[in-house]
Protein backbone atom coordinates (compact mmCIF):
# COMPACT_ATOMS: atom_id res chain seq x y z
CA UNK A 1 0.00 0.00 0.00
CA UNK A 2 1.68 3.57 -1.09
CA UNK A 3 1.72 6.41 1.24
CA UNK A 4 -0.25 9.24 0.83
CA UNK A 5 0.55 12.98 1.67
CA UNK A 6 -1.54 16.05 2.47
CA UNK A 7 1.94 18.12 1.19
CA UNK A 8 4.38 17.64 -1.32
CA UNK A 9 8.38 19.84 -1.11
CA UNK A 10 11.09 19.91 -3.54
CA UNK A 11 14.68 20.34 -2.14
CA UNK A 12 17.31 21.41 -3.87
CA UNK A 13 20.69 22.11 -3.39
CA UNK A 14 24.12 20.54 -4.75
CA UNK A 15 27.33 20.75 -6.27
CA UNK A 16 29.41 20.71 -2.74
CA UNK A 17 28.76 19.15 0.79
CA UNK A 18 27.69 22.75 1.98
CA UNK A 19 24.79 23.29 -0.17
CA UNK A 20 24.12 18.78 -0.29
CA UNK A 21 24.02 18.68 3.75
CA UNK A 22 21.99 20.92 4.53
CA UNK A 23 19.37 20.52 1.85
CA UNK A 24 19.08 16.96 3.31
CA UNK A 25 18.95 17.39 6.85
CA UNK A 26 16.06 19.34 6.05
CA UNK A 27 14.63 16.82 3.40
CA UNK A 28 14.92 14.25 6.15
CA UNK A 29 12.97 16.09 8.77
CA UNK A 30 10.20 16.98 6.11
CA UNK A 31 9.80 13.66 4.84
CA UNK A 32 8.57 12.37 7.90
CA UNK A 33 5.60 14.25 7.08
CA UNK A 34 5.46 15.13 3.60
CA UNK A 35 6.38 13.68 0.41
CA UNK A 36 10.01 15.17 -1.00
CA UNK A 37 11.95 15.12 -3.79
CA UNK A 38 15.71 16.19 -4.46
CA UNK A 39 15.92 18.35 -7.35
CA UNK A 40 19.91 18.25 -8.21
CA UNK A 41 22.55 17.58 -11.24
CA UNK A 42 22.94 13.44 -11.36
CA UNK A 43 26.66 13.64 -12.29
CA UNK A 44 27.10 15.71 -8.53
CA UNK A 45 27.44 14.22 -5.58
CA UNK A 46 23.55 14.66 -4.52
CA UNK A 47 22.45 11.69 -6.82
CA UNK A 48 24.52 9.41 -5.11
CA UNK A 49 22.95 10.75 -1.41
CA UNK A 50 19.52 11.66 -2.10
CA UNK A 51 18.96 8.07 -4.12
CA UNK A 52 20.56 6.17 -1.12
CA UNK A 53 18.23 7.86 0.89
CA UNK A 54 15.35 6.75 -0.93
CA UNK A 55 14.26 10.53 -2.17
CA UNK A 56 13.08 10.53 -5.56
CA UNK A 57 15.64 12.46 -7.86
CA UNK A 58 14.85 14.73 -10.40
CA UNK A 59 17.43 15.44 -12.62
CA UNK A 60 18.60 19.38 -13.79
CA UNK A 61 21.65 19.43 -16.14
CA UNK A 62 23.23 22.83 -15.29
CA UNK A 63 26.45 23.71 -14.00
CA UNK A 64 28.65 26.70 -12.79
CA UNK A 65 28.59 30.20 -14.43
CA UNK A 66 31.59 31.03 -17.00
CA UNK A 67 33.19 33.94 -15.84
CA UNK A 68 33.96 34.90 -19.09
CA UNK A 69 32.08 36.42 -22.34
CA UNK A 70 32.74 33.64 -24.62
CA UNK A 71 31.10 30.50 -26.78
CA UNK A 72 30.91 28.41 -23.39
CA UNK A 73 29.00 31.32 -21.81
CA UNK A 74 26.49 31.02 -24.32
CA UNK A 75 26.36 27.03 -24.12
CA UNK A 76 25.93 27.68 -20.45
CA UNK A 77 23.25 29.95 -21.09
CA UNK A 78 21.43 27.54 -23.67
CA UNK A 79 21.34 24.85 -20.91
CA UNK A 80 20.52 26.75 -18.02
CA UNK A 81 17.46 27.78 -20.16
CA UNK A 82 16.81 23.83 -20.62
CA UNK A 83 17.23 23.55 -17.08
CA UNK A 84 14.64 25.97 -16.05
CA UNK A 85 12.31 24.42 -18.58
CA UNK A 86 12.50 20.89 -17.13
CA UNK A 87 11.92 22.55 -13.84
CA UNK A 88 8.48 24.09 -14.62
CA UNK A 89 7.77 20.62 -16.00
CA UNK A 90 8.58 19.16 -12.94
CA UNK A 91 6.86 21.60 -10.64
CA UNK A 92 3.54 21.18 -13.43
CA UNK A 93 4.02 17.63 -12.84
CA UNK A 94 4.37 17.16 -9.01
CA UNK A 95 2.54 20.23 -7.82
CA UNK A 96 4.70 21.14 -4.99
CA UNK A 97 3.52 23.22 -2.00
CA UNK A 98 6.97 24.74 -1.49
CA UNK A 99 10.66 24.63 -2.55
CA UNK A 100 13.41 24.99 -0.46
CA UNK A 101 16.40 25.95 -1.62
CA UNK A 102 20.09 26.28 -0.87
CA UNK A 103 21.87 28.17 -2.75
CA UNK A 104 24.48 27.62 -5.49
CA UNK A 105 24.09 27.13 -9.33
CA UNK A 106 22.49 23.68 -8.95
CA UNK A 107 19.26 25.23 -7.17
CA UNK A 108 19.14 28.48 -9.59
CA UNK A 109 17.17 26.45 -12.17
CA UNK A 110 14.51 25.91 -10.05
CA UNK A 111 14.60 29.12 -8.26
CA UNK A 112 13.53 30.41 -11.53
CA UNK A 113 10.86 28.15 -12.49
CA UNK A 114 9.25 29.17 -8.89
CA UNK A 115 9.39 33.14 -9.64
CA UNK A 116 7.49 31.59 -13.44
CA UNK A 117 4.94 29.28 -11.98
CA UNK A 118 4.68 31.68 -8.79
CA UNK A 119 5.47 28.50 -6.82
CA UNK A 120 6.07 29.47 -3.25
CA UNK A 121 9.86 29.39 -2.58
CA UNK A 122 12.28 29.44 0.51
CA UNK A 123 16.15 29.84 0.59
CA UNK A 124 18.88 29.03 3.02
CA UNK A 125 22.43 30.60 2.69
CA UNK A 126 25.40 28.78 4.32
CA UNK A 127 27.93 31.66 4.16
CA UNK A 128 28.82 34.97 6.00
CA UNK A 129 28.79 36.34 2.85
CA UNK A 130 25.87 34.87 1.06
CA UNK A 131 26.27 33.53 -2.73
CA UNK A 132 25.56 34.94 -5.91
CA UNK A 133 22.58 32.89 -6.37
CA UNK A 134 20.92 33.76 -3.34
CA UNK A 135 22.10 37.17 -3.27
CA UNK A 136 20.40 37.91 -7.06
CA UNK A 137 16.98 35.45 -6.21
CA UNK A 138 15.99 35.90 -2.72
CA UNK A 139 13.41 38.83 -3.06
CA UNK A 140 10.92 37.03 -4.03
CA UNK A 141 11.51 34.04 -1.85
CA UNK A 142 8.96 33.42 1.05
CA UNK A 143 11.36 33.27 3.63
CA UNK A 144 15.44 33.36 3.62
CA UNK A 145 17.52 31.29 6.35
CA UNK A 146 21.24 32.57 7.17
CA UNK A 147 23.84 31.17 9.06
CA UNK A 148 25.30 33.79 10.00
CA UNK A 149 24.20 37.56 11.16
CA UNK A 150 26.40 39.26 9.54
CA UNK A 151 24.84 37.83 6.09
CA UNK A 152 21.52 39.66 7.10
CA UNK A 153 23.22 43.20 5.39
CA UNK A 154 23.41 41.57 1.83
CA UNK A 155 20.06 40.22 2.08
CA UNK A 156 17.29 42.66 -0.06
CA UNK A 157 14.60 40.37 1.98
CA UNK A 158 12.44 42.05 5.25
CA UNK A 159 11.59 38.04 5.88
CA UNK A 160 15.31 36.73 6.42
CA UNK A 161 15.92 35.14 9.72
CA UNK A 162 18.84 34.04 11.25
CA UNK A 163 18.74 30.45 12.34
CA UNK A 164 22.52 28.49 11.78
CA UNK A 165 22.99 25.60 9.46
CA UNK A 166 20.56 22.68 9.19
CA UNK A 167 22.77 20.02 10.81
CA UNK A 168 22.20 16.21 11.54
CA UNK A 169 20.01 15.52 14.64
CA UNK A 170 23.15 13.24 15.85
CA UNK A 171 25.65 16.11 16.88
CA UNK A 172 22.91 17.05 19.52
CA UNK A 173 22.90 13.34 20.99
CA UNK A 174 26.02 11.65 20.86
CA UNK A 175 28.93 11.86 23.37
CA UNK A 176 32.00 12.08 22.44
CA UNK A 177 32.60 8.44 24.48
CA UNK A 178 30.38 6.69 22.23
CA UNK A 179 31.69 8.78 18.83
CA UNK A 180 35.38 7.42 19.82
CA UNK A 181 33.95 3.99 20.95
CA UNK A 182 31.81 4.02 17.31
CA UNK A 183 35.70 4.81 15.64
CA UNK A 184 37.78 1.90 18.01
CA UNK A 185 40.18 4.43 19.48
CA UNK A 186 40.93 5.01 23.48
CA UNK A 187 39.05 7.75 25.01
CA UNK A 188 41.82 10.34 24.97
CA UNK A 189 42.57 13.61 23.79
CA UNK A 190 42.02 13.33 19.94
CA UNK A 191 42.81 15.54 17.03
CA UNK A 192 41.28 15.63 13.56
CA UNK A 193 42.48 16.77 10.61
CA UNK A 194 40.35 17.58 7.62
CA UNK A 195 40.44 19.96 4.02
CA UNK A 196 37.04 18.75 3.12
CA UNK A 197 35.99 15.20 1.02
CA UNK A 198 38.46 16.80 -1.64
CA UNK A 199 41.02 17.17 0.93
CA UNK A 200 43.57 20.01 1.06
CA UNK A 201 47.08 19.87 0.08
CA UNK A 202 48.41 22.51 1.95
CA UNK A 203 47.22 20.91 5.12
CA UNK A 204 47.82 17.53 4.25
CA UNK A 205 51.26 17.95 3.54
CA UNK A 206 51.80 19.64 6.70
CA UNK A 207 50.66 17.89 8.78
CA UNK A 208 51.95 14.63 7.59
CA UNK A 209 55.75 16.22 9.11
CA UNK A 210 54.49 16.45 12.46
CA UNK A 211 52.03 13.38 12.36
CA UNK A 212 54.47 11.09 14.18
CA UNK A 213 55.37 13.87 16.80
CA UNK A 214 51.63 14.28 17.52
CA UNK A 215 50.44 10.35 17.18
CA UNK A 216 53.77 8.61 18.60
CA UNK A 217 55.34 11.19 21.04
CA UNK A 218 52.47 13.78 22.33
CA UNK A 219 50.51 10.29 22.53
CA UNK A 220 46.91 11.90 20.88
CA UNK A 221 44.20 10.11 19.03
CA UNK A 222 44.68 11.60 15.09
CA UNK A 223 41.87 11.07 12.63
CA UNK A 224 43.30 12.25 9.70
CA UNK A 225 40.58 12.88 6.27
CA UNK A 226 43.28 13.00 3.13
CA UNK A 227 40.67 13.56 0.34
CA UNK A 228 40.99 10.41 -2.11
CA UNK A 229 42.83 13.11 -4.54
CA UNK A 230 45.62 13.09 -1.84
CA UNK A 231 45.60 9.62 -0.27
CA UNK A 232 47.90 7.35 -1.82
CA UNK A 233 50.51 10.31 -1.70
CA UNK A 234 50.32 11.05 1.57
CA UNK A 235 50.32 7.62 2.41
CA UNK A 236 53.97 7.32 0.70
CA UNK A 237 54.94 10.25 2.65
CA UNK A 238 54.51 8.63 5.75
CA UNK A 239 56.08 5.56 5.07
CA UNK A 240 59.67 7.89 4.84
CA UNK A 241 58.91 10.16 7.74
CA UNK A 242 56.82 7.79 10.29
CA UNK A 243 57.71 4.07 9.50
CA UNK A 244 55.30 1.69 11.51
CA UNK A 245 52.75 4.32 11.36
CA UNK A 246 49.95 1.55 10.48
CA UNK A 247 50.88 -0.13 13.74
CA UNK A 248 49.65 2.97 15.74
CA UNK A 249 46.23 1.71 16.36
CA UNK A 250 45.12 5.39 17.88
CA UNK A 251 46.18 6.87 14.19
CA UNK A 252 43.02 6.52 11.37
CA UNK A 253 43.66 7.82 8.30
CA UNK A 254 41.45 7.22 5.63
CA UNK A 255 40.76 9.53 2.15
CA UNK A 256 37.17 9.84 3.24
CA UNK A 257 35.14 9.06 6.50
CA UNK A 258 31.24 7.94 5.95
CA UNK A 259 30.26 9.12 9.83
CA UNK A 260 32.04 12.30 9.80
CA UNK A 261 29.35 12.47 13.11
CA UNK A 262 31.26 10.16 15.22
CA UNK A 263 34.81 11.93 13.81
CA UNK A 264 33.90 15.31 14.89
CA UNK A 265 32.48 14.45 17.89
CA UNK A 266 35.46 12.13 18.82
CA UNK A 267 38.27 15.81 18.73
CA UNK A 268 39.19 18.03 21.23
CA UNK A 269 41.34 20.03 18.20
CA UNK A 270 39.96 20.34 14.58
CA UNK A 271 42.63 21.48 11.95
CA UNK A 272 40.56 22.30 8.91
CA UNK A 273 39.27 24.36 6.00
CA UNK A 274 36.87 27.06 6.55
CA UNK A 275 33.86 26.14 4.62
CA UNK A 276 30.14 26.65 6.40
CA UNK A 277 29.16 23.36 7.40
CA UNK A 278 31.95 22.33 8.60
CA UNK A 279 32.03 25.09 11.00
CA UNK A 280 28.04 24.28 11.53
CA UNK A 281 29.89 21.03 12.61
CA UNK A 282 32.37 21.67 14.51
CA UNK A 283 30.66 23.95 16.39
CA UNK A 284 28.23 21.35 17.32
CA UNK A 285 30.85 19.18 18.17
CA UNK A 286 32.21 21.64 20.48
CA UNK A 287 35.39 21.61 19.27
CA UNK A 288 38.23 23.96 19.53
CA UNK A 289 39.44 24.49 16.32
CA UNK A 290 42.58 25.65 13.95
CA UNK A 291 41.28 27.34 10.61
CA UNK A 292 43.11 27.56 7.20
CA UNK A 293 40.67 29.11 4.80
CA UNK A 294 40.62 27.47 1.02
CA UNK A 295 42.15 31.22 -0.26
CA UNK A 296 41.05 30.68 -3.47
CA UNK A 297 37.59 30.51 -2.80
CA UNK A 298 34.59 31.84 -4.82
CA UNK A 299 34.19 35.43 -3.02
CA UNK A 300 36.36 34.97 -0.38
CA UNK A 301 33.74 33.20 1.30
CA UNK A 302 36.10 30.95 3.46
CA UNK A 303 38.33 33.77 5.07
CA UNK A 304 34.84 35.94 5.82
CA UNK A 305 33.50 32.92 7.34
CA UNK A 306 36.51 32.21 9.49
CA UNK A 307 37.05 35.68 10.89
CA UNK A 308 33.84 35.86 11.87
CA UNK A 309 34.59 32.68 14.47
CA UNK A 310 37.96 34.66 15.10
CA UNK A 311 36.38 37.43 16.10
CA UNK A 312 34.06 35.59 18.31
CA UNK A 313 36.85 34.20 20.39
CA UNK A 314 35.53 31.11 18.48
CA UNK A 315 39.37 29.51 16.84
CA UNK A 316 42.64 30.05 16.11
CA UNK A 317 43.30 31.39 12.38
CA UNK A 318 46.21 30.78 10.26
CA UNK A 319 46.42 32.21 6.93
CA UNK A 320 47.14 29.00 4.01
CA UNK A 321 50.28 30.63 2.71
CA UNK A 322 51.91 31.45 5.80
CA UNK A 323 51.17 27.48 7.02
CA UNK A 324 54.18 25.42 7.61
CA UNK A 325 54.81 22.26 10.01
CA UNK A 326 56.56 24.66 12.74
CA UNK A 327 53.64 27.26 12.40
CA UNK A 328 51.08 24.19 12.81
CA UNK A 329 53.02 22.29 15.88
CA UNK A 330 53.16 25.91 17.60
CA UNK A 331 49.42 25.98 17.39
CA UNK A 332 48.25 22.71 18.47
CA UNK A 333 51.22 22.50 21.17
CA UNK A 334 50.14 25.92 22.57
CA UNK A 335 46.07 24.61 22.64
CA UNK A 336 47.97 21.10 24.45
CA UNK A 337 49.91 22.93 26.76
CA UNK A 338 47.25 25.56 27.79
CA UNK A 339 44.20 23.23 28.59
CA UNK A 340 42.80 26.73 29.93
CA UNK A 341 42.63 28.21 25.94
CA UNK A 342 41.65 25.07 24.47
CA UNK A 343 38.59 25.10 26.39
CA UNK A 344 37.78 28.39 25.90
CA UNK A 345 37.58 27.95 22.28
CA UNK A 346 35.69 24.81 22.88
CA UNK A 347 32.71 26.80 25.15
CA UNK A 348 32.67 29.49 22.63
CA UNK A 349 32.15 27.39 19.66
CA UNK A 350 29.45 25.11 21.84
CA UNK A 351 27.73 28.60 22.31
CA UNK A 352 27.88 29.04 18.56
CA UNK A 353 26.04 25.57 18.02
CA UNK A 354 22.37 26.07 16.14
CA UNK A 355 20.86 22.84 17.27
CA UNK A 356 17.35 23.85 16.26
CA UNK A 357 17.52 25.23 12.43
CA UNK A 358 15.64 22.75 10.81
CA UNK A 359 13.01 22.82 13.24
CA UNK A 360 12.69 26.63 12.36
CA UNK A 361 13.53 26.15 8.67
CA UNK A 362 10.25 23.37 8.68
CA UNK A 363 8.56 25.58 10.55
CA UNK A 364 8.59 28.36 8.25
CA UNK A 365 8.21 25.63 5.05
CA UNK A 366 5.00 24.44 6.65
CA UNK A 367 3.36 28.04 7.06
CA UNK A 368 3.52 27.86 2.93
Known amino acids: MSETYNRVYFVTGGGTGGHIYPAMAV ?42 LNPKF ?91 NPIRPEFATLSKEDARRNLGLDNKLTLCVMGGSQGAKSINNTVVEILKELAQDKGLNVIFQTGKKNYDEIIEKLKLIYPGFEQ ?80 LREAVLELLDNPVKMNYLKQNTSHLARFDAVEKIIECLGSL
Not at 55 to 63: A, C, I, P, T
Open 27 to 68: ADALSENAKVYYVGNKRNMEFELATKRGYKFLHVGVSGMPRK
Open 248 to 327: NRNLLIKPYFNDMISVLKSSDIVVSRAGSLSLSEICASSTAPILVPYPHAAANHQRINAKCLLDMGACVYIEDKELDPNK
Open 74 to 164: FYWGIRLVRAILYSIRYIKRYKPNAVFATGGYVSAPMIFACIITKTPYMMHDCDAMPGLVTRRLCKRAKYVSLAFEKAKKFIPNKRSIVTG
